[in-house]
């Protein structure tokens, strides 16, 4: 968002809530001081303030101030994922597949994007130059990179799914061999044109999306563990919830024609490293309309100082799986924290947690959490449920929690001060 509104205010404690047709997004708390003879304090709300939340705008996306890179709003549809050519692609039979709105990245991240947030460039072809995709970054590298992305900025990156990749990768899921259209040449580096090695972004025409390089230059990481389509219709897909492999997609330059179209599928151990690999980064959409900024002078800043509630901000079913038989609201978006940590963090983290508009989260209990079933995950939406352990409130008598495996869904108890373990919050629906 590039206009800047800015609002007088008195001095003294403010909150600003942020909203979109009156219905309260996120908050930001100030304290107003003096900045000219009459006793008033200028405050701009822009851009800042708006994108630490999300995708903001259907035309033009969002630019993440921390690194520069620039996302792209893709609006959400069903269509026929897989060989919609019969190219013979073994495992990747076509069929329908749903997804809802989402951001993307313009292009795959940078080297120097990788740089501003880890610090080092782990990549082969660094003679390129900043401009030049990341390469020699594992699956597990991406992960860390996002947690120390998502912390600095306050957002919550992650990557895309697969399904969502094809669905942006094709224009928003049309017919497209290669992404941007059928002339491999004019949209994509392989091996015949790439001389052997990466080029700087948005060198290639872009596809229908405004999306640069999703046919060659680097293949791209994505969420979902490896294995062979479902024929069923599908709906937000997320993969499977195991596995020994991770998906990733594009082909790169090195790959001949046949590899870079837009169906084609690879997959490698998550701790592999070449210099054919890369990723680009996924974002949420939760409000799309213009924002605007509401001022609400408040006695005391305070945790509970505004009170919002699913009916006023009309967002939380986007956000929020309510499962019909136990009544239990979960975040679609699983490891929304970013991060692992230990329990106590885990628990004050939860306990200071407003999102979609609730405020009263908790840990979950070991049979709520151990009572999911694995199918329940694959239909519902749900996307970023790290494979991994996660903390429970549940606790025994020898200083130690339980944590719940979401692989194979095995129970053990660990010690408080144990960092290894993911959150996902969970709240009992009024």
């Known amino acids: 968002m590039s206009d800047v509104s800015r609002s007088i205010v008195p001095v003294g404690k403010h909150e600003i809530v942020a909203s979109v047709n009156r219905q309260i997004k996120i908050t930001e708390k100030l304290v107003a001081s003096i900045l000219d003879k009459d006793g008033t304090s200028v405050l701009a709300a822009g851009s800042e303030l708006i994108e630490s939340a999300i995708c903001t705008d259907p035309q033009t996306g969002f630019t993440d101030s921390l690194t520069g890179m620039e996302f792209v709003y893709v609006k959400g549809g069903t269509f026929i994922m897989g060989d ?29 994007e990788w740089q501003a947030v880890m610090g080092s460039n782990p990549s082969y072809f660094t003679d390129g130059g900043a401009s030049c995709p990341v390469e020699q970054v594992s699956w597990d590298d991406v992960q860390v990179f996002i947690s120390k992305l998502n912390q600095r900025s306050d957002k919550n990156y992650r990557l895309p799914t697969e399904a969502e990749w ?29 001389g052997s090695r990466t080029h700087s972004v948005r060198q290639k025409l872009a596809n229908g999306l405004g999306l640069n390089d999703m046919s060659g230059n680097v293949y791209e990481w994505v969420n979902d563990w490896y294995d062979s389509y479902s024929s069923a219709s599908q709906t937000n897909p997320a993969g499977p919830l195991s596995g020994s492999a991770r998906v990733f997609r594009g082909g790169c330059w090195g790959a001949g024609a046949s590899i ?3 169906s084609i599928r690879g997959h490698g151990t998550p701790d592999i490293r070449d210099d054919i690999i890369g990723f680009r980064l996924a974002a949420p959409v939760e409000l799309l309309n213009s924002l605007t900024a509401e001022i609400a002078e408040i006695a005391e800043v305070s945790a509970d100082a505004v009170s919002v509630t699913a009916a006023d901000t009309g967002i939380a079913e986007s956000l929020i ?6 009544g239990l609201m979960w975040p679609r978006n699983g490891n929304i924290a970013g991060v692992k940590m230990n329990w106590d963090d885990a628990m004050n983290w939860v306990k200071t947690l407003n999102y979609a508009g609730y405020s009263d989260w908790r840990l979950p209990s070991i049979d709520e959490l151990d009572d999911i079933p694995s199918e329940w995950l ?23 929690a339980f944590i719940v495996g979401m692989e194979d869904w095995s129970v053990g108890n660990y010690s408080y001060k144990c960092v290894d373990y993911y959150v996902w919050p969970v709240r009992s629906e009024l």
Do not use: L, M
């Not at 799986?321 to 136990?326: E, L």
């Not at 694959?378 to 130690?400: L, P, R």
């Open 84 to 112: 919609t050519f019969s190219d013979g692609s073994d495992g990747y039979n076509a069929h329908q597949v749903t997804v809802s709105d989402f951001c993307i990245g313009r292009y795959q991240v940078t080297q120097g």
């Open 166 to 194: 094809e669905y942006a990768a094709r224009s928003g899921g049309k017919s497209e061999r290669y992404s941007g259209g059928n002339d491999i040449d004019a949209v994509a580096w392989y091996n015949d044109n790439s």
């Open 260 to 262: 870079v179209r837009t």
């Open 321 to 326: 799986y309510t499962d019909p038989q136990s």
């Open 378 to 400: 694959n239909n519902n939406g749900f996307n970023n449920v790290q494979a991994g352990w996660y903390w429970t409130g549940t606790e025994n008598d020898s200083g130690n």
